[in-house]
């Protein structure tokens, strides 16, 4: 990769020797931290089986704004069955790499996001949870 400092978006498809996922199950107002809702995810392990993950790696510089580093998600090719992914091991695939210079992002216009605490407590929090592989 040329630099670090902008977004690039990863595609891996093919055979995957071993795969594990987590799912977090649906929230319902009020929605609890990320921390407790995961404490219910169910997590799945595949092995030998043909899908695609999917993935973004952002800078240092959006922190607070997304959780800098890698971030996967993995589908199977029947569309089935998946999750974010924990753990993979990969046997015959490509890589395809996009280099993101820019994005649009647009913020929610609801009361809830305009009265929600966006102070940062939630970031440092995301981090431990993003890394945990259960």
Known sequence: MPTKNIFYVIKVKGLFEYVKTRSVPRQNKPYPPLQKA???QSVFEFRKIEGTMVGVRAPDSVRGLSVPGYHFHF??????AGGHLLDCKIQNATMEIDLTQGFHMILPGSEDFYKANLTGEEQRELGPVEKQSR
């Open 75 to 80: 589908i199977t090719k029947d569309r089935r």
């Open 38 to 40: 995961v404490q219910n």
